[in-house]
């Protein structure tokens, strides 16, 4: 079952709800309510490329009012750390790097190597591209 996420400063829920914690989804991390996104997901795919549109279609599942309750819940964790008096450091994917294993991230290479074998990426960026409404004759950056 699913419980409603709270920030340590206030212990107040959050956007009313939307963020929830299971600790049956993805270990039991912040993800916003019914989609099992995670909000660390969220922040680290805006840290790369601020756009929401671009989240929004990456994750149809999601509303502007999902990332306005990922936003406050993020400001809430930062108040959390303030109040507290801690220093934070945020390492993104610090938890991928600290179970590391060489052979294993190679043998996923090879796999997406093999089932990638044959692929037209020129054609596979152009249906993205018309999926998302551009037009044939428009940059692809």
């Not at 294993?101 to 090879?110: I, S, T």
């Not at 089932?115 to 692809?140: C, I, M, N, Y």
């Amino acid at each position: 079952m699913a419980a409603i996420a709270k920030t340590n400063k206030t212990n107040q829920a959050p956007s009313r709800g939307r963020i929830v914690t299971d600790p049956k989804v993805d270990g039991g991390k912040p993800t916003v309510r019914e989609t099992a996104v995670p909000v660390e997901r969220i922040l680290l795919q805006l840290a790369g490329k601020p756009d929401l549109a671009d989240v929004l279609a990456l994750y149809p599942e999601l509303t502007m009012d999902d990332l306005r309750a990922v936003f406050a819940y993020a400001a809430g964790a930062v108040q959390a750390v303030t109040a507290s008096g801690e220093a934070a450091t945020v390492e993104p994917y610090a938890d991928i790097r600290a179970n590391y294993d060489p052979e294993k991230a190679l043998q996923a290479v090879d796999r997406l190597r093999e089932s990638l074998r044959g692929v037209d990426f020129e054609q596979w960026k152009a249906e993205v591209r018309a999926a998302r409404g551009h037009t044939p004759d428009e940059d692809a950056t």
